[in-house]
């Protein structure tokens, strides 16, 4: 399930990732999605451990501190079982629950999260980039840009949800 690019930066792997609110629904015709729990079990922004399942597959993540649009990022995918224990008995709670659609716009990959719950109303899309310089076209439903909004931030979500702004 990674998405997108992860990019070996002096030994270390980097997830170049720019992020944009949604506006309208015009490009939910032309996506797929699949439902997507996840739980963190830390959320110190040096060193965030995330727990996802979706569907038949699971990942342990472990992402680094946020620096512009990068930070270090390593997955590994656990059994399901492994990740729905987790979930249930050691991740905070409550969880973060969205649906993640994925579609081609100009020959770019963009993943769409509609979230659910607490953060119901929040539709973010992210790309991933090769390098934070990477040109890139806007597609007409892409909003404002997030990426230096740590609110938006899923770990952040966790703790401060989109309903309680």
């Known amino acids: 399930m990674k998405r997108g690019f992860i990019v070996n930066i002096n030994g270390m792997q980097t997830e170049i990732e720019r992020k944009f ?3 309208g629904n015009d490009w939910k015709s032309q996506a797929d999605g699949r439902r997507i729990r996840q739980g963190y ?3 110190d922004p040096a060193r965030n451990v995330r727990v996802r399942l979706a569907g038949e597959h699971a990942w342990l993540t472990l992402k680094g501190t946020t620096t512009g649009v990068s930070r270090a990022e390593y ?4 059994p399901p079982g492994d990740a729905e224990k987790l979930l249930e008995t050691m ?32 539709v973010i899309a992210e790309i991933e ?11 007409a439903w892409l909003g404002a840009e997030v990426s230096d909004d740590p609110r938006y931030y899923n770990a952040n979500l ?4 989109f309903r309680d702004w």
């Not at 966790?158 to 949800?161: A, G, N, Q, S, T």
């Open 91 to 122: 991740c905070l709670q409550p969880l973060i629950d969205k649906t993640r659609y994925t579609l081609c716009d100009a020959g770019q990959r963009w993943e769409i999260d509609e979230f659910h719950g607490a953060n119901a109303g929040l």
């Open 41 to 43: 079990l830390s959320v």
């Open 129 to 139: 980039l090769e390098n934070e310089d990477q040109a890139f076209d806007r597609p």
């Open 75 to 78: 997955e590994y995918p656990i």
């Open 158 to 161: 966790l703790r401060h949800p």
């Open 21 to 23: 609110l949604v506006a």
